[in-house]
Structures are given as structure tokens and as C-alpha cells.
């Protein structure tokens, strides 16, 4: 059954003049949000299928709502993974189209550092169901300025075989702590101060993270712009190829 958490959602950080629309679908969570100068507005629901339906169509919303076209953002922000095949590839190929379509940078988040963003603790560890036995994961510990930054790689790992992390005051999100019976949660339940299970990255935190002037200058041509899979990949889904075909409704003649 679909979910819908709070949407429209509506939130103020700090003020950074910038107009950024953030997509993020690695995972069931399907977001889009517009970063409006600090405010952020969202859509988010979870729908484990019918992500390409969604996200042009909240995207547009969005901008109609706020009262801003296309051609006023400054640049577009994807959730580049990990997650699965056909949503990270579905984010990064829309992202890809409209930027281009625009002629306007691209940027690519970390899906785990999104989720990471959003999770209530100073250190996080952040873990995505990868299926065949195995999770997404990456460690993050929060700055002054209240962003998370990598701590380490991010991997592609069995789950009991992820690294314990250093140190205290650490929690745990994402579904890969769900994965296997909860085998990575049984693994590091002497670690962590709390798990939640059921986080999943959002449009919001890769906004805020798109946002942050550090990260900023990362934007680029969409074309350098790609998916984090942490998994070789031998052919395109049925999905995937959907996905691709969604890029040419992004890329319409208006500026």
C-alpha cells in the first residue's frame, strides 16, 4: 500500500540564495523538492512502483505553487545512490534532462547521506537493503554547521561483515538494518543508541545538502553526473528502460 508522509511539506533553514529542484527516488520513497532561498517545499510518498509518474509531474507543482519557472533555478540536485537500479538510474536520468533541457548544472548527493541528514543523531550509520544478501552503507558523523560528512567509503557489504564504527554516540537508519532478519542490527546493537529501520532518504536532505556552499561548487555538467550503483550491473530492467525513456519528457522547449 502507497504511503503519503507529509506532503506538501514545507520547511526554513538557513538562508542560502539558491533555487535548486532535489529528486530523490533510490529507494520506495519517492521526493521531489524545491529549495527556494532556504525554504524548502516537498512532496514525498511511498510507492514502491510508479516513481516515473510522480516526479515531473510533482516537480511542476512545486514550481507552479511557489510561483517560479523553470528557467529561475540555479541548478539541479539528484539522489545519485545507492539504492536500487532503476531508481537511482531513474533520479540521475531525469535530473540529466532537465539540466540539460535548461543548460544548468547538475549535482549528485550521496542517497546514504541524505538519510544520514535526516536521522536525529550527531554520527550515523546509514544502511540501504541491497538485496542478494547484502546492504548499502556508509558512516557519517554531523559538523558544527549541523551537515553529516562521509566518514569513511561508502560499501556494498553482507551484513555481517560491515565495520563496527569507532567511538561513541552513534545511531543507525535505513532498511538495510532490516535486511536478513535484522542481522546488521543484531551486529551492531552495542554500537548504536538507537535504529530505525524504516528512514529512507528524502528529497529535503539532499536539497539541504545540494545547498551547503562546500558542496555547492560540486555542480557540473549533467553529463559528468552519475549513478552510485556499488554494483556491477549486466543489463537494463524492463524499469530501467522506462526510466530512460522518461528523460525525453524532461527535455521540452522552455526555459
Same mark, same amino acid.
Given at each position: 500500500?502507497?504511503?503519503?508522509?507529509?506532503?506538501?511539506?514545507?520547511? #526554513?533553514?538557513?538562508? !542560502?540564495?539558491? #533555487?535548486?529542484?532535489?529528486?530523490? &527516488?533510490? &529507494?520506495?520513497?519517492?521526493?521531489?523538492?524545491?529549495?527556494?532561498?532556504?525554504?524548502?517545499?516537498?512532496?514525498?510518498?511511498?510507492?514502491?512502483? @510508479?516513481?516515473?509518474?510522480? $516526479?515531473?509531474?510533482?516537480?511542476?507543482?512545486? +514550481?507552479?505553487?511557489?510561483?517560479?519557472?523553470?528557467?529561475?533555478?540555479?541548478?539541479?540536485?539528484?539522489?545519485?545512490?545507492? /539504492?536500487?537500479? %532503476?531508481?537511482?538510474?531513474?533520479?540521475?536520468?531525469?535530473?540529466?534532462?532537465?539540466?540539460?533541457? +535548461?543548460?544548468?548544472? +547538475?549535482?549528485?548527493?550521496?542517497?546514504?547521506? =541524505?538519510?544520514?541528514?535526516?536521522?536525529?543523531?550527531?554520527?550515523?550509520?546509514?544502511?540501504?537493503?541491497?538485496?542478494?544478501?547484502? $546492504? !548499502?552503507? /556508509?558512516?557519517?558523523?554531523?559538523?558544527?554547521?549541523?551537515?553529516?560528512?562521509?566518514? /569513511?567509503?561508502?560499501?556494498? +557489504?553482507?551484513?555481517?561483515?560491515?565495520? *563496527?564504527?569507532?567511538?561513541? @554516540?552513534?545511531?543507525?537508519?535505513?532498511? /538495510?538494518?532490516? =535486511?536478513?532478519?535484522?542481522?546488521?542490527?543484531?551486529?551492531?546493537? @552495542?554500537?548504536?543508541?538507537?535504529?530505525? %529501520?524504516? *528512514?529512507?532518504?528524502?528529497? &529535503?536532505?539532499?536539497?539541504?545538502?545540494?545547498?551547503?556552499?562546500? %558542496?555547492?561548487?560540486?555542480?557540473?555538467?549533467?553529463?559528468?553526473?552519475?549513478?552510485?550503483?556499488?554494483?556491477?550491473?549486466?543489463?537494463? %530492467?524492463?524499469?530501467?528502460?522506462?526510466?530512460?525513456?522518461?528523460? *525525453?519528457? &524532461?527535455?521540452?522547449?522552455?526555459?
Amino acid at each position: 500500500m502507497n504511503r503519503n508522509l507529509n506532503a506538501p511539506v514545507r520547511q #526554513r533553514f538557513g538562508a !542560502y540564495s539558491l #533555487r535548486i529542484l532535489a529528486i530523490e &527516488t533510490a &529507494t520506495e520513497g519517492c521526493s521531489v523538492a524545491l529549495w527556494l532561498d532556504g525554504e524548502v517545499r516537498e512532496r514525498f510518498e511511498v510507492a514502491p512502483r @510508479g516513481h516515473a509518474q510522480r $516526479v515531473l509531474p510533482w516537480a511542476e507543482t512545486l +514550481l507552479a505553487e511557489a510561483g517560479v519557472s523553470r528557467s529561475a533555478l540555479d541548478f539541479i540536485a539528484v539522489g545519485r545512490g545507492p /539504492g536500487a537500479f %532503476t531508481g537511482v538510474r531513474l533520479a540521475v536520468a531525469i535530473g540529466q534532462g532537465l539540466a540539460m533541457g +535548461l543548460d544548468i548544472p +547538475l549535482l549528485g548527493i550521496s542517497s546514504l547521506a =541524505a538519510m544520514a541528514q535526516a536521522a536525529s543523531g550527531q554520527r550515523v550509520v546509514a544502511a540501504i537493503d541491497a538485496r542478494m544478501r547484502e $546492504v !548499502y552503507v /556508509g558512516h557519517f558523523e554531523r559538523d558544527a554547521s549541523g551537515l553529516v560528512r562521509a566518514a /569513511g567509503e561508502e560499501l556494498l +557489504l553482507p551484513p555481517d561483515r560491515v565495520p *563496527a564504527p569507532e567511538g561513541a @554516540g552513534w545511531c543507525g537508519v535505513g532498511s /538495510g538494518f532490516a =535486511a536478513e532478519d535484522g542481522l546488521l542490527s543484531r551486529r551492531l546493537s @552495542g554500537c548504536l543508541d538507537s535504529i530505525d %529501520t524504516v *528512514a529512507l532518504p528524502r528529497a &529535503t536532505a539532499v536539497a539541504l545538502l545540494a545547498a551547503d556552499q562546500r %558542496t555547492v561548487h560540486d555542480a557540473g555538467p549533467p553529463e559528468s553526473i552519475a549513478p552510485a550503483y556499488l554494483r556491477n550491473q549486466v543489463a537494463l %530492467t524492463l524499469s530501467e528502460q522506462q526510466a530512460n525513456r522518461v528523460v *525525453a519528457q &524532461t527535455r521540452g522547449p522552455e526555459k
